[in-house]
T-cell receptor, first 110, second 118 residues
C-alpha cells in the first residue's frame, strides 16, 4: 500500500526565516511526486510535479526537490502570504490516483 | 480558479438522510476523482471515473456511490448519513487516465462541498 508521511505537522516561521518541509513516501514504482498548497476552506492548488530523483522545480520562493525516498519543499525568505497547508502526494505504478500526506500547516508571522 | 466546479458549497442535513454532490470537470478533462477530507484523516481517495467508466476505487463506503455522465460531469451520492460523514468533499479532474498521452499526472481540485450532518 502506498504511504506518504509529511513532517512537521505544523511549522511557525518569522517572515524571512527560510525552512524546509519534508515528505517521505513509500510507493511502488513512483510515477510522480506532487506538491499542493491549500488555504483554509479551499481546494488544493497544484504547485509542482517531480518525476525522478535529483529533479528540482522552483516557483517564486518555493523549491521542490526529490530523492528516492523523500521530497523537500524549501521555502526561502517566506512572507505571510505563504501561510497555508502544504500537501504532498504520490502516484505509484499500480494506481491512477494520488495518495496524499496529511500536510504541513505553515504559519508565517510578520 | 482551477476550472473545476462543485455544488453545493455548503450542505447541512440530518442523520439518515441522503445527499448528492455535483462536479463539473475542467473543459477537456476526462477523469474525475472524488476525495473526502476530514481533520484527522487528511485527503482520502474515494473513487475515480474516466470517460464515464469507474477506473479505481479507494476507501469508499457502501453507502456512497458515484457516477459520471456522458457530458463528463459527476455526482457523488451519500446515503444513510452518519455524524462521521461530516467532512469536505472534493472533486478533482485530470486530462486523461494516468500514463495516457497529454497527461502529466496532476489533479486539479474544485473548491469542495462542506457537508455537515447533525
Amino acid at each position: 500500500e502506498d504511504q506518504v508521511t509529511q513532517s512537521p505537522e505544523a511549522l511557525r516561521l518569522q517572515e524571512g526565516e527560510s525552512s524546509s518541509l519534508n515528505c517521505s513516501y513509500t510507493v511502488s514504482g513512483l510515477r510522480g511526486l506532487f506538491w499542493y498548497r491549500q488555504d483554509p476552506g479551499k481546494g488544493p492548488e497544484f504547485l509542482f510535479t517531480l518525476y525522478s530523483a535529483g529533479e528540482e522545480k522552483e516557483k517564486e520562493r518555493l523549491k521542490a526537490t526529490l530523492t528516492k525516498k523523500e521530497s523537500f519543499l524549501h521555502i526561502t525568505a517566506p512572507k505571510p502570504e505563504d501561510s497555508a497547508t502544504y500537501l504532498c502526494a504520490a502516484r505509484g505504478s499500480g494506481y491512477s490516483t494520488l495518495t496524499f500526506g496529511k500536510g504541513t500547516m505553515l504559519l508565517v508571522s510578520p | 480558479d482551477s476550472g473545476v466546479t462543485q455544488t453545493p458549497k455548503h450542505l447541512i442535513t440530518a442523520t439518515g438522510q441522503r445527499v448528492t454532490l455535483r462536479c463539473s470537470p475542467r473543459s477537456g478533462d476526462l477523469s474525475v476523482y472524488w476525495y473526502q477530507q476530514s481533520l484527522d484523516q487528511g485527503l482520502q481517495f474515494l473513487i475515480q471515473y474516466y470517460n464515464g467508466e469507474e477506473r479505481a476505487k479507494g476507501n469508499i463506503l457502501e453507502r456512497f456511490s458515484a457516477q459520471q455522465f456522458p457530458d463528463l460531469h459527476s455526482e457523488l451520492n451519500l446515503s444513510s448519513l452518519e455524524l462521521g460523514d461530516s467532512a469536505l468533499y472534493f472533486c478533482a479532474s485530470s486530462v486523461a487516465r494516468a500514463g495516457g498521452p497529454g497527461n502529466t499526472g496532476e489533479l486539479f481540485f474544485g473548491e469542495g462541498s462542506r457537508l455537515t450532518v447533525l
